[in-house]
């Protein structure tokens, strides 16, 4: 389960991405380099001619050649999510999954609109096909949000069946998660989905869309007060460079079946509990930080600012682990990544907190795993908040200073760690 959403606002889009996945499935995140186009590429199953790849930076499940998210050079920004639908992914030969789609649209598209054209040009010609969850043993097709600093796409698949709509300024942004959210509001699709008119008549019915719709609620709304507030920005005083609309981003990925909470600068007593540890077909126990004991739980997330202007700093905050337990650790383009991040031991780290407070949950229930959280959250949302304003500072500094920042921040996030006994 994932949820993906995005802003298009004056001057930028805003996207984020949380990634839900088995919760001991380490997922690194690291910058990738200009290679060139030459022979052929191996993906997770097959082999394809290889097209060159931009330089990009992807978070990666470490048995994976592709990518949950990741955002390139030229300001693109990708995730996908799981689907439902009626055709069956199981008997599909092995082929591309979702996350090499995300990963090869990265590595082709200057923009969202090519990114698309990567991608269902890719699903055309070789189709879906392979396991994308090796603990549950699970094939499956995908949704995608494509972002780039001026507009973005959804795109929704099942086999080599497609069906896109665009997402335009003043729309409210768009989210999505998983199931099938296209009806008959597409605009460009395969030509099966076009001859039907209605692209709904691909989710299977018998899944039900519960736990979707209530994640779905809180990342719309999101995207739209986020749009909104960038509406009052551009009427008012200028920090259009400052971090204000990723800052409650980070607060709805976040969410906990409640009141968003956790936007960098707010003081950590306004953290809530951890969602009940119940699984129903009503939703129950989902959130958008996912905490499913066990079963799923929210591995990587990342916010991107994909600025129009080609003197600001292309930036991103990206939270290792689950949101609730980690530091959206401000990076600065392609090459100002803290390389900890792609390191499976800082991952691990991550995961010890979220399981302590998952564990504080199941034996303490009227807490709610609220006080193990608290503890948490007092030693890191500090750490946050100032990496949040310090990167702030360094937008009109030029790449040298911020690269050079970015790589330098780790010891304070590994001194957080340690006094928090991981």
Not at 185 to 196: E, L, M
Request: glycine share 12%; net charge negative; proline share 6%.
């Amino acid at each position: 389960m994932c949820d993906s959403l995005c802003s298009i606002q004056p001057d930028r889009t805003l996207f984020a991405k949380s990634s839900d996945r088995p919760p001991g499935e380490p997922q690194v995140i690291g910058a990738h380099r200009r290679r060139a186009g030459v022979g052929l590429l191996r993906t997770q199953y097959r082999s394809l001619p290889d097209a060159g790849a931009a330089p990009l930076v992807g978070s990666q499940p470490d048995w994976l050649w592709g990518f949950e998210h990741g955002f390139n050079e030229h300001r693109v920004a990708i995730g996908n999510e799981q689907l439902w639908t009626i055709d069956d992914p199981v008997p599909a030969a092995d082929s591309l999954n979702g996350m090499d789609l995300v990963r090869l649209g990265l590595e082709r598209a200057r923009t969202a609109t090519e990114a698309l054209d990567t991608i269902v040009g890719l699903i055309e010609a070789h189709g879906q096909g392979g396991i994308g969850d090796r603990e549950a043993g699970k094939a499956y097709f995908s949704s995608f949000l494509l972002a780039d600093p001026g507009e973005a796409w959804v795109l929704e698949t099942s086999g080599r069946s497609w069906a896109a709509r665009p997402v335009l300024a003043g729309q409210g942004g768009a989210a999505l998660s998983n199931r099938i959210s296209l009806s008959t509001d597409w605009t460009r699709a395969s030509a099966d989905v076009a001859a039907s008119g209605d692209f709904d008549r691909w989710r299977r019915s018998s899944s039900p869309t519960a736990h979707a719709d209530k994640r779905l609620a809180v990342t719309r709304a999101g995207a739209r007060s986020v749009e909104e507030g960038a509406g009052r920005l551009a009427t008012g005083a200028d920090d259009s460079r400052a971090s204000t609309g990723a800052r409650e981003l980070a607060a709805v990925l976040r969410d906990h079946d409640g009141e968003r909470w956790g936007r960098p600068g707010s003081p950590p007593e306004r953290v809530t509990a951890l969602p009940p540890a119940v699984i129903d077909r009503l939703g129950t126990g989902v959130s958008v930080c996912m905490h499913l004991s066990g079963v799923q739980a929210t591995t990587s997330s990342m916010i991107a600012s994909l600025p129009r202007h080609l003197d600001e700093p292309l930036r991103a905050w990206i939270a290792p682990g689950n949101p609730c337990v980690a530091v959206f650790v401000p990076t600065f383009g392609i090459d100002g990544v803290a390389a900890e991040l792609g390191h499976a031991t800082t991952w691990h780290r991550f995961e010890a907190l979220r399981e302590q407070v998952e564990h504080d949950r199941s034996t303490d229930p009227g807490g709610g795993g609220l006080g193990r959280l608290l503890e948490v959250r007092a030693v890191l949302t500090p750490l946050e908040s100032d990496l949040w304003d310090e990167a702030d500072a360094l937008v009109e500094s030029g790449p040298g200073p911020q690269v050079a920042w970015a790589l330098g921040l780790w010891p304070r996030v590994d001194a957080a760690l340690a006094a928090l006994g991981v």
